[in-house]
T-cell receptor, first 121, second 108 residues
Framework: QAHLEQSGAEVKKPGASVKISCKGS????????LHWVRQAPGQRLQWIGS????????EFAPKFQGRVTVVEDTPASAAYMELSSLTFKDTAVYFC???WGGGRNGGMDVWGQGTTVTVSS | EIVLTQSPATLSLSPGDRATLSCRAS??????LAWYQQKPGQAPRLLIY???QRTTGIPAKFSGSGSGTDFTLTISNLEPEDFAVYHC??????????FGQGTKLEIK
C-alpha cells in the first residue's frame, strides 16, 4: 500500500530556512509526480510546487519561486523541500502528496501526514 | 492563476440529509476538477477526480458533476463521519494546481 512519511515538526525563527523530508514506500517512487502543499491556519490549501522523481523536473508557484528548493533522492525514495527566508506567514502544516492519473486527469491520491512548521521569534 | 470559489463556506445539516456543495472556477477548466475530504488533524483524502469519477473505495453516496466553470459535489444520506471540510482543486493547469477555500460541512 502506497505511503508517504514526512519528517517531524519544526520551530524556526524569522529569516531561517526549513527542510522537510517526504519518504515514499509501497509504490515505484520514480513513477509519480510529487507535490508540496501547505495549509496555514484558517487558509485554503496552497500548492507550493512539485518534482518528478524520475527526472528531477520541478515546477513552483510564482509566490514561492526563488525561495523554495525541492530535490529528490530516488534511490532512497525520498524528496526534500526547503523553504528559506521564513516569515510568520509561513507558519503552516506542510504536506507532500503523490500525483495520480497523469496530466490533467486524476488528483493527489496519497498524502503524507503533514509537518507543522511554526515560525516564531 | 485559476481561482476556485466554493460555496457555502459552512453548511449545517443533519444526519440523513443530502449535502450539495458548489465550486466555481474563474475560467473554463473543462472536466479537470477534483474533490477532497479533510477531517481535523488529517491530510486531505481524494474523493472525486475528473469532476465525476470516484476514487477507488469511495462509496456511491459521493457524486460529482459539472463542467466548464460550475461544479457540484453531492453527498447523500449524511452520516456522522461525512462531516468534514471539502476542498475542490483544479487540474486544468495541472502543473500549477489551485484549491478552493473549502466548505465546512457541520452537524446541525
Amino acid at each position: 500500500q502506497a505511503h508517504l512519511e514526512q519528517s517531524g515538526a519544526e520551530v524556526k525563527k524569522p529569516g531561517a530556512s526549513v527542510k522537510i523530508s517526504c519518504k515514499g514506500s509501497g509504490y515505484p517512487f520514480s513513477n509519480h509526480l510529487l507535490h508540496w502543499v501547505r495549509q496555514a491556519p484558517g487558509q485554503r490549501l496552497q500548492w507550493i510546487g512539485s518534482i518528478h522523481p524520475g527526472n528531477g523536473d520541478t515546477e513552483f508557484a510564482p509566490k514561492f519561486q526563488g525561495r523554495v528548493t525541492v530535490v529528490e533522492d530516488t534511490p532512497a525514495s525520498a524528496a526534500y523541500m526547503e523553504l528559506s527566508s521564513l516569515t510568520f506567514k509561513d507558519t503552516a502544516v506542510y504536506f507532500c502528496a503523490r500525483d495520480w492519473g497523469g496530466g490533467r486527469n486524476g488528483g493527489m491520491d496519497v498524502w503524507g501526514q503533514g509537518t507543522t512548521v511554526t515560525v516564531s521569534s | 492563476e485559476i481561482v476556485l470559489t466554493q460555496s457555502p463556506a459552512t453548511l449545517s445539516l443533519s444526519p440523513g440529509d443530502r449535502a450539495t456543495l458548489s465550486c466555481r472556477a474563474s475560467e473554463n477548466i473543462s472536466k479537470y476538477l477534483a474533490w477532497y475530504q479533510q477531517k481535523p488533524g488529517q491530510a486531505p483524502r481524494l474523493l472525486i477526480y475528473d469532476a465525476s469519477q470516484r476514487t477507488t473505495g469511495i462509496p456511491a453516496k459521493f457524486s460529482g458533476s459539472g463542467s466548464g466553470t460550475d461544479f457540484t459535489l453531492t453527498i447523500s444520506n449524511l452520516e456522522p463521519e461525512d462531516f468534514a471540510v471539502y476542498h475542490c482543486q483544479q487540474r486544468a493547469n495541472w502543473l500549477h494546481p489551485t484549491f478552493g477555500q473549502g466548505t465546512k460541512l457541520e452537524i446541525k
